[in-house]
Structures are given as C-alpha cells and as structure tokens.
C-alpha cells in the first residue's frame, strides 16, 4: 500500500524559508513523477512542482518560480520542498502527491497524481 507522509510544515514570518519532506512507502518509485500541490482556504487545490524520479527535469509554478526549489532522495523514497522568500500568499495545505504514469493529464495537473499524501499547513505571517 502507499503511503506519503509530509513533514516540515508550520508558521514562519514573511520572507523566511522552511523546508517540506515527503516520505514515500510502500513500492518502487521510480518511473514516478513525484510532487507538491497547496490549497488555500476557499480555493481550488493547485500545483506548486514536480520532479521526475531522475531528479534532472523538473516544472514550477509561475508563481513560486525562483524562490521554491524541490528534489528528491531516491535512496530514501523522499521529496523535499525547499521554500524561501515566503510570501503570506504561500500559506495554504501543502499536498505531496506520485504520478505513476497510469493516469492521463497534464504533469501539472491533479488527476495525473494518482497517490496523495494528507497534508502539511503552512503558514505565512505578514
């Protein structure tokens, strides 16, 4: 069964950084995109970034372009989320969530992730 299991979510000041994990269990993820989704209060649920398992390509939101920075330990089935210059408009859940591939879509899109983990808050004070 896989599990993702976020960690590293919290409140920090506007301008600060925090750094977010996912820890994968449960298959091989290889072949898996692996990435980060938000959800603000009153919002859709939407993309952040992604990475292939490779770790050598790798899409961002227009939006945390240049500040957000994500990777990933295949050794460990980890993923992690380097945020710095946050903005109070980065507060929201983070999501991570793996595309194996067998679901069709777009890389930056919800239904091409077919494994979800349950949510980390971040929280952005201004």
């Known amino acids: 069964q896989v599990q993702l299991v976020e960690s590293g979510g919290g409140l920090v000041q506007a301008g600060g950084s925090l750094r977010l994990s996912c820890a994968a269990s449960?298959?091989?993820?290889?072949?898996?995109?692996m990435g980060w989704f938000r959800q603000a209060p009153g919002k859709e649920r939407e993309f952040v970034a992604t990475?292939?398992?490779?770790?050598?390509?790798?899409f961002y939101a227009d939006s945390v372009k240049g500040r957000f920075t994500i990777s990933r330990d295949n050794a460990e089935n980890t993923v992690y989320l380097q945020m710095n210059s946050l903005k109070s408009e980065d507060t929201a859940v983070y999501y991570c969530?793996?595309?194996?591939?067998?679901?069709?879509?777009?890389?930056?899109?919800?239904?091409?992730?077919?494994?979800w983990g349950q949510g980390t808050q971040v929280t952005v004070s201004s």
């Open positions: 449960g298959r091989t993820f290889s072949n898996f995109y």
């Open positions: 969530a793996a595309s194996s591939g067998r679901l069709r879509g777009a890389i930056t899109a919800r239904a091409r992730y077919d494994y």
């Open positions: 990475t292939w398992w490779s770790g050598d390509v790798t």
